[in-house]
């Protein structure tokens, strides 16, 4: 890579047996450009993955643009992805936020210092965990289809805009089932969350571009899970919709702990008692 590079950072990680580097060797990083460490001295266990990438793609101007570009915001987040999730296939990582950079490596190796202490704390509270997403939508089909109504027997003794408005009164009232419905299903996904996860972190619900697949999202959040209880957390989760026409749960994962990297400002979710 020619001309002015700045250090894009990836996740922090712990090191212990020095295999990340083979972990990383050949991949890809963000821009294509190669992965490295950047290692604590006082603790050469702990580690900040980076990449140089070009220095005019990444001051505040170009970034600030660049971030109203979905393909090379999507380029940027799936490198950022791929390096994470090699290095938890073999470690506990704290990844970072999206396009973090810093002038050069030793930016971040004193970051990575003045941190240190904070760092470990946090890997060794994620050690063994993984992050489940739970998104909860109200389908569109809810309300049936926002179209002029059909003509049925049922309407024949209504004027065209009473059978408009009884139909549309009709959607009103099974969207707002739906709603409830929905309402009903959050509070099953937190019953079943609370015999397996051991933190929650509550998401925005999605919206426009991002918000893909069908129907509105309205519950947006992210559990953290113990690795031994990852399935049985899905399977029970995944049950929440149950008997709710008009609701969906999705759930994603399992992924490294990206909504939980910093301790979480919502209050965790207490363990049910054995």
């Known amino acids: 890579m020619t001309g002015s590079t700045v250090s894009y950072t990836y996740a922090v990680a712990r090191d212990a047996d020095g295999s990340l580097e083979d972990a990383l060797a050949g991949l890809p990083g963000v821009a294509d450009a190669p992965v490295r460490l ?3 001295e006082q603790d050469a266990d702990v580690v900040v993955a980076v990449s140089p990438v070009p220095m005019q793609d990444f001051d505040e101007d170009a970034l600030r643009a660049n971030l109203e570009d979905l393909d090379w915001l999507e380029s940027v987040a799936r490198a950022h992805h791929r390096v994470i999730e090699a290095l938890a296939a073999r470690t506990t990582v704290l990844p970072l936020r999206l396009a973090t950079v810093y002038l050069d490596d030793e930016r971040v190796r ?3 210092e003045d941190r240190r202490q904070a760092f470990t704390e946090r890997l060794s509270a994620l050690d063994a965990h993984v992050e489940w997403g739970v998104k909860i939508y109200v389908e569109a089909a809810a309300g049936q289809p926002d179209e002029p109504p059909p003509d049925t027997d049922a309407d024949t ?3 065209p ?3 408009y408005l009884s139909h549309r009164r009709a959607q009103r ?5 739906a709603y409830r419905d929905a309402e009903q299903a959050a509070r099953r996904v937190e019953d079943a969350a609370r015999a397996y996860a051991v933190d929650r972190v509550q998401h925005r619900p999605q919206q ?3 918000a893909r697949g069908p129907g509105e999202n309205v ?3 992210a559990y953290l899970v113990p690795q031994q209880h990852a399935e049985g957390f899905r399977t029970d989760v995944l049950r929440a919709a149950e008997g709710l026409p008009g609701v969906r749960v999705e759930v994603t994962g399992p992924w490294a702990p990206y909504s939980f990297a910093t301790p979480a400002e919502a209050a965790p979710l207490k363990r049910a008692a054995p």
């Not at 009232?173 to 089932?177: L, N, T």
């Open 219 to 221: 519950v947006n959040d």
């Open 38 to 40: 950047v290692r604590a």
């Open 157 to 159: 003794d209504l004027s």
């Open 208 to 210: 426009g571009e991002l």
């Open 161 to 163: 805009g009473r059978a």
């Open 173 to 177: 009232h099974a969207r707002e089932d």
């Open 110 to 112: 004193l970051m990575l």
